[in-house]
Nanobody, 122 residues
Framework: QVRLVESGGGLVQAGGSLRLSCAASGRIFSINAMNWYRQAPGKQRELVAEMPSGGFTKYTDSVKGRFTASRDSASHTTYLQMNSLRPEDTAVYYC????????????????WGQGTQVTVSS
């Protein structure tokens, strides 16, 4: 019954901005970390931002100073504010819940969003 629903992707010109959202729904008890990944055609999936619970957000070098990840723990919603976008940022962006525990299960599981396409034109 847990779902991660992403939104906010689209087509923008270089230098523009987008904000991605990922809402986790279901009877969620806790999440160890919320992360953002991206995967460009022909490339490996890349960790963009890692937001551990109670820790500091870590960004990959290529987006530092341009992207800002945030987390609303009360609603289990995460955001990725993307500024000064470049064509190299074009990819499918995924949110990822690491170590999610539901109110009914004692297990910790990983969940992925469906992905949202971000295309940056030159």
């Amino acid at each position: 019954q847990v779902r991660l629903v992403e939104s906010g992707g689209g087509l923008v010109q270089a230098g523009g901005s987008l904000r991605l959202s990922c809402a986790a729904s279901g009877r969620i008890f806790s999440i160890n970390a919320m992360n953002w990944y991206r995967q460009a055609p022909g490339k490996q999936r890349e960790l963009v931002a890692e937001m551990p619970s109670g820790g500091f957000t870590k960004y990959t070098d290529s987006v530092k100073g341009r992207f800002t990840a945030s987390r609303d723990s009360a609603s289990h919603t995460t955001y990725l504010q993307m500024n000064s976008l470049r064509p190299e940022d074009t990819a499918v962006y995924y949110c990822h819940a690491a170590g999610l525990r539901t109110a009914l299960s004692g297990a910790y599981e990983d969940y992925w969003g469906q992905g949202t396409q971000v295309t940056v034109s030159s």
